[in-house]
T-cell receptor, first 112, second 114 residues
């Protein structure tokens, strides 16, 4: 079983619409969760950390469900500039280790 | 503040040759990581340095890969001899602390082995 599972898409989203996607992770002991954004041929950049209580940053909302081991991301009022790949990332580290496990990413294309 | 830098940005080599990738982390970041993305797959962890020590090298694929971080500053990743399946994008990342701190990624080195 993969450490982080994501449905890669693509997700074709009309401008102004809402899009949501999620991922599942295998390690129930994981403590830290993130969404990274990756533009074409660029490096991943942190979009937001994900907390158990859920967190919001402008048009972006992230949720964590520990019982079901899934993480979600919702983008409201999509902009053309939101077109990118969104990577679900879980810190698999323990005992001083700190490795990140990545999903394949959700490719989002916002259409005018 | 300068971000993580990697050199070269691209490298094309023939099977059997040697390639050395370099990563300069953000100044002051003790933690340095190497990751790799091969075509069609997710980004995968290779190893983690804390200063000059290897904290976790569980992701290194085989003994053709050698990573060093002498002096605890920049790091090199050498592939010798390179094989076709080593082609991919090699990312370096650094962080100040461990578990909850953001890992900042470099632009990556795109390696093509012919």
């Amino acid at each position: 079983r993969k450490e982080v599972e994501q449905d890669p898409g693509p997700f074709n989203v009309p401008e102004g619409a809402t899009v949501a996607f999620n991922c599942t992770y295998s390690n129930s002991a994981s403590q830290s969760f993130f969404w990274y954004r990756q533009d074409c041929r660029k490096e991943p950049k942190l979009l937001m950390s994900v907390y158990s209580s859920g967190n919001e940053d402008g048009r972006f909302t992230a949720q964590l469900n520990r019982a079901s081991q899934y993480i979600s991301l919702l983008i409201r009022d999509s902009k053309l500039s939101d077109s990118a790949t969104y990577l679900c990332v879980v810190n698999m580290g323990s005992g001083g280790n700190n490795r990140l496990a990545f999903g394949k990413g959700n490719q989002v294309v916002v259409i005018p | 503040e300068a971000g993580v830098t990697q050199f070269p940005s691209h490298s094309v080599i023939e099977k059997g040759q040697t390639v050395t990738l370099r990563c300069d982390p953000i100044s002051g970041h003790d933690n340095l990581y190497w990751y790799r993305r091969v075509m069609g797959k997710e980004i995968k962890f290779l190893l983690h340095f804390v200063k000059e020590s290897k904290q976790d090298e569980s992701g290194m694929p085989n003994n053709r890969f050698l990573a060093e971080r002498t002096g605890g500053t920049y790091s090199t990743l050498k592939v010798q001899p390179a094989e076709l399946e080593d082609s991919g994008v090699y990312f370096c990342a650094s962080s100040q602390d461990r578990v909850r701190d953001e890992q900042f990624f470099g632009p990556g080195t795109r390696l093509t082995v012919l």
